[in-house]
Nanobody
């Protein structure tokens, strides 16, 4: 059974920072590309960042230089450090696990990030 549990969302003013975490069940973490997508209000879900078990990363252009993704092998977790947040970053952020060699996405329930004064 695949479990992805996100934490760390909330309300932050423009220019602020947040750190999202996603705890994954071990059976999926070790074999998957882990990452984050987001869905802004009224828009489609979009890629934010992913990281493979070997550390290879994909980072969306819109967040490059502001967001960083990392894997925590000891806790089967993936983290998204978000700095210099802007109102356009407001969205529901979803953790995802994509088993290597597949195009199957497993999803967490999502966590709301709101950037506003």
């Amino acid at each position: 059974q695949v479990q992805l549990v996100e934490s760390g969302g909330g309300l932050v003013p423009p220019g602020g920072s947040l750190r999202l975490s996603c705890a994954a069940s071990r059976n999926i973490f070790n074999i998957s590309r882990m990452g984050w997508y987001r869905q802004p209000p009224g828009k489609q879900r979009e890629l934010v960042a992913t990281i493979r078990p070997d550390g290879q990363r994909i980072i969306a252009t819109s967040v490059k230089g502001r967001f960083a993704i990392s894997r925590d092998q000891y806790n089967n977790a993936v983290h998204l450090q978000m700095n210099s947040l802007q109102p356009d970053d407001t969205a529901v952020y979803f953790c995802t696990a994509i088993p290597l060699g597949t195009e199957t996405n497993y999803w967490g329930q999502g966590t709301q990030v709101t950037v506003s004064t």
